[in-house]
């Protein structure tokens, strides 16, 4: 019988979690040393990072299994790991072909024989790839949706199934498959049927952003049969969080990228709009201001898509402008800064997005620049995208319920750390009993009070009173700060006694008082219909009366804060010193040569962490070079030498 998420053995992994877990079954396939082997001989490392361990015995042991880990974390080793310990193969339905591509290339360069089906592989070869598995001459597979619900794939899934190849059905961003997911997606709501035709086969799930809602419904959907859902720590301490009021964007993000740059720290840099001529019009203005940008959205050539993601895979292209479906399939791990120009449309998008950044572990910036109009401008745009699509009210009420949370969390002023990993259902402690995270705009004191908060917000309060709580926050801001506007003069409002006691405030503070007003629940959004209006909420009659003290916030806009300061904790590495600098260097350059003699992304060569770590320990011979984290048998054996000569040429 289908198990559903109440069956499920939930686990929530910590961070201390041993490198290697113990198997939950006798299966002899599980090892610890076998799967440790395994992991050490093509991908070079030494241990798992946290639940990628069980996430690992779960596949070598044919169990369902949900897997949650942050984007970043290590979730597509999970899936490749088990085929190399049991030798039947493993599907991967996988959304994206560049996704696809680069995992693929990736793969093979650490001799793992993988393989993709996607629109851009020729019938011909497609039958070969196909032919291979057959043969079990092929770890893994990846395919898109659309094309795993084929009925010729399936019956060949069947068949594959029957002569005992296929080990497991992979799901990769299996968040789509939930209306309460960021990024719901209809046809994946099909790949539960690929159950009937493989019955006896594991289905495992993957996803870097998944509340305990979407969890359960995930579970539900696929049918997964008492799985094992292994939840991740969420919480990224080499990421630092910061949001700043917009005033320029180009400037504002020129100003963050030269900050890296002079610290030394620079690297790729993805900026985040909310539509094409958004990203068109920001990347022209950084151009202006010396950064080298291009943007990248739907409505390009494919040609000048797959361009713009081929420079900035390779390095030669600084930062990419784009609509939210970029960074999908790029896997650069030395992304030293992503910035959102608008306000993202759900905590969960704005996990992941910036979980793109610093995927080497090591530090790196999320930027947010945010306008209290943001909110609005998504709310109307997910109405009229699902009013075309005839989607129906609980699909739209849900995607708004996603919006409004994200500015709950924008609002509220606390540490960015807390909120987003009690978002996901997770407590927060900051590290090394630290009473900060110190690595958030709040806790690095780059925000500022409002010396009169206890005052503004009483007027704001006493404002929706005297509105009948009929009116939206951009009407009452509109109020306090004394605008001259038609529907404020219809409504008899400009003769109110509280008109204009606020005009010393701009309207974005305005606004950004009252959703922090709503975050501390004073205020209440009620929606009737298409039109938002703000009524008291449970704290609301304390806080117009004085009895509460609401403080207020604003972001203080600079982001170089003098009391900044960079946490200390194992994902991050000590700076380099002078010598180890001009060696990381030349590795570089090395690995730009090899990769473009590859026709690979750099990083797919060797990461950045893994080249720090190289310019510090300075290995003098290939079983030295071998210790350091990232460096396999396959890749030694191809360009270890060419590594091997920078690092013992003479200074």
Known sequence: MAGGPGNSRVRS???????????????????PDAISEAVSRVWGFD???????????????????????????????????PPLVTGRATVVISPLIALMRDQVRGLELNGYAAAAIHSGVELDDARDILRRLTLGELHLLLVAPERAVNPGFKSFLASL?????????????AHCISQWGHDFRPEYRRIAELREVAPGVAMQAFTATA?????????????????????????????????????????????????????????????????????????????????????????????????????????????????????????????????????????????????????????????????????????????????????????????LGLVREMRRVIAGMGCRHRVLSEHFGQPYCPPDGALTCGACDVCLGETEPVRDAQRVSQIIMSAVARTDQRYGAVHIADLVRGADTERLRSAGHTGLPLYGLLREHRK?????????????????????????????????????KGERVIQLARPAGTGTAKSERRRKSAALAEPLSL????????????????????????????????????????PATPGAMLEIKGVGNAKLEAFGDAFLGVLNAPA
């Open 508 to 544: 974005p503070a305005l606004l950004s008082y009252i959703d922090q007003l709503v975050s501390a629940e004073a205020l209440e959004r009620f929606v009737d219909g298409h039109f938002e209006t703000l009524r008291f909420g449970p704290e609301g009659v304390g806080v117009m």
């Open 211 to 399: 509340t305990p809602r979407v969890r359960d419904d995930i579970c539900r959907q696929l049918g997964l049969r008492d799985p094992e859902v292994l939840v991740g720590t969420f919480d990224r301490p080499n990421l630092t969080y910061r949001v700043q009021a917009r005033r320029d964007a180009a400037e504002q993000t020129a100003d963050a990228i030269r900050r890296h740059e002079r610290t030394g720290d620079s690297g790729g840099t993805i900026v985040y709009c909310l539509s094409r001529k958004d990203t068109e019009e920001l990347a022209e203005n950084l151009r202006s201001q010396g950064v080298d940008a291009e943007a990248y959205h739907a409505g390009l050539s494919e040609k000048t898509r797959r361009d713009v993601e081929h420079r900035f895979s390779n390095e030669s292209l600084d930062a990419v402008v784009a609509t939210v479906a970029f960074g999908m399939g790029i896997d650069r791990s030395n992304v030293r800064l992503v910035v959102h120009a608008t306000m993202p449309k759900s905590v969960e998008a704005y996990q992941q997005e910036t979980g793109r950044a610093g995927r080497d572990g090591e530090p790196a910036e999320c930027l947010l620049l945010y306008n209290p109009t943001d909110a609005t401008r998504w709310e109307r745009l997910i109405r009229m995208g699902n009013a075309e699509m005839g989607a129906d009210a609980d699909a739209t009420q849900a995607q």
């Open 161 to 173: 199934a029957d002569a005992g190849r296929l080990g497991a059905i992979a799901i990769d961003e």
């Open 13 to 31: 992994v910590p961070v201390t979690e041993p490198d290697i877990a113990q198997p939950t079954s006798e299966h002899a396939d599980a090892s």
């Open 579 to 618: 010598e180890d600098k001009r060696i990381f260097e030349a590795l570089r350059a090395l690995r730009k040569e090899i990769a473009m003699d590859r026709n690979v992304p750099p990083y797919v060569v060797f990461s950045d962490a893994t080249l720090r770590e190289l310019a510090r320990s300075r």
């Open 47 to 81: 241990a798992l990072r946290p639940m990628q361990s069980s996430a690992i015995a779960a596949g070598v042991e044919a169990r369902d299994c949900l897997t949650v880990l942050p984007t970043g974390g290590g979730k597509s080793l999970c899936y490749q790991v």
